[in-house]
């Protein structure tokens, strides 16, 4: 549990696991609760590593209102934050487009999408799921956990 | 000064693009309204709206300033709200308090982003709206273009109450279609003079009038039966029936200013004190119990405060508008949100940052009061057997996230108090400590709403801060079953510690059956569960603890789940 809390991998939370604690051995002078709980926490953490362990981004709904004629600007922007698009329709003489976009790429997007359509688009955006992270982008987020690691360290 | 009654009582939000030169016209309005003698300029860093230091650092407006002018008899409470999209928080406010929103356009550069921007939001709230067309002086202004601009975006609600005899530099004169007169005003602005309208110009008065009149006739019976058979109404007809057209938002009226030289102010002010609806023209607002309350005289006294904000040497400064009764100095009032009692000593109508002491304040009118006990923004005090409470103002939801850190790391808790402080001033900042993230996160409209916060913490708190990147909110979880074990040993003096746990992980999934039998390399293990323990995570998703004990090798295994 306490494990949970800061995953093996990345220092995050983890969800969605079993776990079947089926053996241990005791001292019958020295084993006290702390004892099992650090080695628990070990075991956890090696079968964990073991276990071909993913890492969870969190995915948002956007949608965005803007012009039709800076579409293209937008659309393109949207591929260079591994956005997916899942739908368009044009209202009140706007066009609205609904894309599915990871958080990370989500940082000071309203920024960049008012220098792109001129301040005449907007967007809201909300929490949808967690996906799996592609392995590039993982393997990039070990390596950063690492460092920091050894950083405190 | 006054003490004005609720139907001479129109509360006006100034909202448009930024740069399009609101700030500007209110030095006029206050000129005209006798409320300063001198004008200031925000190049200079001395007008009256912009008065906080981050204002005249960067020369545009970051919240809503109040202040109020008399006009024939009628006290019209104006605000000044910043143009920019980051501070819209500010304008929304403004809006809600207020019964309609002059939006003022840049005659240089006719409709722009900030120009849509702002009619959608005044749009959203449903509020009357008029054009002023500033900038008249400027050798690049075309009056018939913009003209054209705004009917072609917002239709043919938009109806010029005035058109220029001479836009451009040396720009003076207008002739106004409402009066019928053609107004001229002095080089360097102030009072006009009134005139007959000029040969040349007056097909195109007789064809705007006949515009004008038509749109005005169309809200009323009675007016349009007239207009149909006389084709003319009196000036008294016209206005009512372009006021009525504005509560309906089916008439934008148009008129012309020249803020800068402060030509046509005066006119402008005479407008709208005769068209602008006042507070009983208007629906009622409702209570959070969906009651309505007429603004009315005679009504319980109940006071809805809208904005707090910190000033130099005074401290804390409350405004409200009183949304029922008479509001008396001295009134002992009851905060319906905090159960607090409240006195408000001294209660003050604002212009700007100057504050005039006032025995009573009716309904539908603004005030101030300073240094309340325990009065959040948002808060409805009430006299004794008052049971209502407002809450009538939805800001937009944030757009742009960023961690903010001390640089000195033991003035975090300092740094918390003023981002408490920083989001009741201004609501549309959301505050948030993550545990999770291990970051204080801070939510605005855009970056330059929060480039604005950190001036405001470093320059007038004297904090050093740094934004980050805020951290991600990763999950983990695994893709296959593994087996480990681990034996913690410290035995090496003292009381030892000694414990060894054998486990399996595996991935869970909602509704998969109880474990059975794994495999590792060539051992097998079946399972015998003793024991199930259900966690859920606060973070979603789930743990799940078995107690087992493996069949193959008959030792009874015994652990903790924790």
Known sequence: MDRMEQGPLTGSYARDVRVCIYDGKMHPVDSNEISFRLAARNAFSTAFRDANPKVLEPVYDVEILLPADCMGGVQSDLQGRRGIMMDMSSANGLER?????????????????SSISGGRASFSMKFSSYELVPADVQ???LKEYEESKQDED | MKVYKTNEIKNISLVGGKGAGKTTLTESILLEGGTISRRGTVDGGNTVSDNSPVEKEYGYSVSSCVFYAEKDGKKLNFFDCPGSDDFVGNAVTALNVTDTAALVVDGRNGVEVGTQNNFRTVERIGKPLMFVINRLEDEKCDFDNVYNQLRETFG????????????????????????????????????????????????????????????????DEELMMKFLDEMTLTDEEA???????????????????????????????????????????????????????????????????????VETHIGEVSYF????????????????????KERLAQINVVCGQNKTPIDEIHAGDIGAA???????????????????????????????????????????????????????????????????LRQTIVSGQGEFHLR??????????????????????????????????????????????????????????????????????????????????????????????????VLRVSWTAWSRAR
């Open chain 2, 156 to 219: 043919n609600k938009v109806v010029a109450l005035q058109f220029p005899v001479n836009a451009g530099p040396g720009f003076n004169s207008v002739v106004d279609v409402l009066a019928m007169k053609q107004y001229t005003w002095p080089k360097d602005g102030g009072k006009a003079t009134a005139s007959d309208i000029d040969g040349a110009h007056a097909d195109k008065a007789e064809e705007y009038r006949m515009a004008l009149l038509e749109m005005a006739a169309e809200n």
């Open chain 1, 97 to 113: 487009v609904k894309a599915r976009i990871p958080l990370k790429e989500m940082s000071s997007y309203s920024t960049s999408l």
């Open chain 2, 452 to 549: 604005t916060l950190k001036w405001n913490i470093e320059n007038n708190d004297k904090i050093q801060i740094e934004y980050q990147e805020p951290r991600i909110p990763y999950r983990e979880t695994i893709t296959k079953a593994a087996r480990a074990e681990y034996r913690h040993k410290k035995q090496s003096g003292g009381s030892g510690q000694f414990g060894e746990v054998h486990l399996i992980v595996e991935p869970y999934r909602e509704g998969m059956p109880e474990p059975d039998t794994y495999k590792f390399g060539n051992q097998e293990y079946k399972m015998n569960i003793k024991d199930k323990q259900e966690i859920p995570m606060e973070w979603g998703g789930m743990l799940v603890v078995y107690n087992c004990i």
């Open chain 1, 139 to 141: 393997a990039q987020l």
């Open chain 2, 370 to 436: 300073v240094k309340l006990k325990d009065v959040r923004c948002g808060n409805t005090l009430n006299e004794k057997g008052c049971e209502y409470i407002f809450d009538f103002i939805e800001y937009p939801a944030p757009k742009f996230q960023r961690a903010i850190r001390a640089l000195n790391e033991s003035e975090t808790e300092k740094l918390g108090a003023v981002l408490n402080r920083m989001h009741e001033e201004d609501p549309t900042l959301l505050i948030e400590q993550s545990k999770e």
């Open chain 2, 321 to 340: 508008k009183v949304m029922s009764g008479v509001l008396k100095a001295g009134a002992d009032l009851t905060n319906m949100n905090r159960g607090s």
């Open chain 2, 239 to 309: 206005m009512k029936g372009i006021r009525m057209g504005m509560v309906d938002r089916s008439i934008f009226p148009v008129v012309l200013v020249s803020a800068e030289k402060n030509i046509g102010t005066d006119r402008m002010l005479e407008i709208m004190s005769a068209i602008v609806p006042d507070v009983t023209d208007m629906p009622a607002p409702k209570t959070t119990n969906g009651d309505e309350v007429p603004a009315d005289e005679n009504g319980p006294v109940s006071v809805y405060f809208f904005k707090t904000s």
